[in-house]
């Protein structure tokens, strides 16, 4: 798993802290155990040297009652004392015995060198045991102290240390996290504004003011790219304005040319009759490819600008098909059925009515050209939304059946391709769409905050459905019945028109 | 159907051949290739129906239409490249009654021209005299006026839409009935023709234009006029 750069960063902060405070920790655990351990080392060695000389003392004045003269040794220091005799040993205490004492200590001070030894016992407990020779008297003298009480310093110190350590290392942790956000604090600017450049709000800039002093470098380029951004999209839609002057001037010409010889029709020649039906129906289909080509580059330079109106639903679909029909082009397959849900009766859309119509004249066109034509239209809900402000979450979809073969479920998804053709392909003699009749249909769909998807239809041809949101549920008033009752109290201000 | 039409358009060629397509639908064209012969034109013999392209060298489409309409109530189509964009609105803004769009059909173009040219003409039903505000509304005679004597202009079209809401006071029309019944389209007509006519008829009607008193929106519905 990749981990972002905020996360290597609080991880590294964090590492940076544990490592830092083990080090220190470390550190003055050992110092202290040494300092410690070396004072109560030379403290032990003293009071051994003391003992030894009371123990030779005793010894060379011939008292050999061991028991009385380590006990007297011993009193009041917590330490026991160990004394080998004339290759005998006498202890102080039942808690020590011979054996107690480390073998190599034992030995070295046997041979009559003085040592100092730390240990764990066979209990665990830390000792120090003082060896001291006392050749004058042929003894050696051995003093056991606990260091049990120094263990309990050093763990209490451990533990403290070890919560340090463990805090140090969450501060780390959370002054990374803090650091991180502040680090990409500009990036989310940054990405804010590419956010909003890339839904068309080509307006955008960083602010150079505001940036951090070392990121300036970069919202500068930043923005520089956003000029010449600006400037490639703003020169291609003018150069579209300018291709859609050009083309629609002979266009024009040509259309008006065309309908004065239709005027006059009925006085041609039959064969000059036939090549101006040609002439005609060709010119029609070359003004649908313009203006699909240019419909499509103007929603490719997000320049669309879109006429809301608030309809009935059905009466929408059931006028765009009648309209439809007479704006198809090429063969026909009789006029298409519209069935109504009674559901949606009174359900009220907010569309474009000519995008709408020219959706539905796409799809019937589609249906005739590869699908033998539109069996059925069918209008009813479709699936209930979350409802948000200013809208009711509830969906109305369009189905457009055709008679064909039906889309491979491949297929489906790319049916909405520019110039997508597919298994169809070899019929394009006959065609007279332009390869972007469904792309259209997306487009359109979308620009009116609907969407459109392929499925088969019961008897197994294509199945086109549009679905729309509903503005509202209505109360069965339609607006185009007239004669509503004007007692309304549902006035508001004119709206914007060109919205 | 006769009529003359001006037609204003700087490309020679649809110049021609609208003129030729005019001719042959039965109108008598002048024709001009800037905005400013167009209005020497009109001031020395005026015409039916005026009909302006929008892009012009020189003064453009809605400065012509704007000077057109200072001096007369001439029906005014504007001709523009595209129908989605703010040109249409502001060209209707500017004076024009209605549009088409670059390439139009012929036969579209002389449809519109026949709405425009029947609603100039006296209709054949026309409601009664109505009072509201401090306005009087006279069908039979064409004139709008206030209570005083002072007679308001307001164009052709504007008062054609005005007699249709005042037939049937504080009913709610919508938009494709007055498309219909005042520009003579069917429902796909451009809500929009009602909506800036609506706004133009406000600014000669209403006291204050922003909170209309007489012509009230009903929204997603359509308007109404209240006495």
Redesign the interface.
Known sequence: MKLGIGARITAVFGLGALVLSVLLGGISYFTVRHFLLAGRESAAQQQAFSNASNVRTSLEGGDTNYVFLLGQVDAGTGAHSVLYHRSKAYVSSLSVNASSIPAQLRKEVLAGTPATQTYRNAAGQEEIAVGLPVPSVHAAYFEVFDLSDLDHTMSVLGLTLFVAGAVTTLLGLALGRFASRRLLRPLSDVTSAAGAIAGGELDTRLDVEAADPDLVGLTLSFNAMVDQLQERIEREARFN?DV??EL?????????????LE??RDRLPERSQRALQLLSDDLQRF?RMVSDLLEMSRADAGS????F??VNVS?LVQ?SVE?GIGHMDGRRHGTPEVVVDPQVEGW?VGV???RF?RVLVNLMENADHYGGGVTTIAVGPGPVLEPAPGRSGRLVEVSVDDAGPGIDPAERAKVFERFYRGSASGRRGTGTGTGLGLALVAEHMHVMHGDVRVESSPDGGARFVLSLPV??NGDG?G??D???????D??????E??A | MSGRILVVED?E??R???R??LE??GYEVKDAASGEEGLDLFAEAPTDVALIDL?LPGMDGFECCRALRRSSAVPIIIVT??????D??AGLEAGADDYVT??????ELAARIRALLRRARPAEEEPGALTFGDLQLLPEQGVLRRLNGEEVHCTRTEFRLLCELAA?P????????LLDRVWGY???G???LV??H??RL?TKVEADP???QHI???????Y?L?P
């Open positions: 304005s859609s002057h629609r001037s002979p266009l024009t010409t040509l259309s008006a040319a065309v309908g004065v005027i006059d003004q669309v600008d879109i006429f109106e608030e009466e006028r309209t009220r474009d009515k000519r119509e503005l509202s008033e607006d185009g007239g004669d509503v009752d004007g007692e309304r549902e006035l508001v201000n004119e709206k028109v060109d | 490309d060629r649809i021609s051949s609208m030729l397509a042959g639908e892009m490249a595209r129908a989605d964009t703010h249409v609105v670059k390439p139009f059909v012929a036969k049937s504080n009913k709610v029309l919508s938009r494709e009935q069917d429902y796909f451009d809500g929009r909506d800036v609506i706004r406000r922003a909170v209309p009230l929106t009903v929204r997603g519905m359509g109404k209240v």
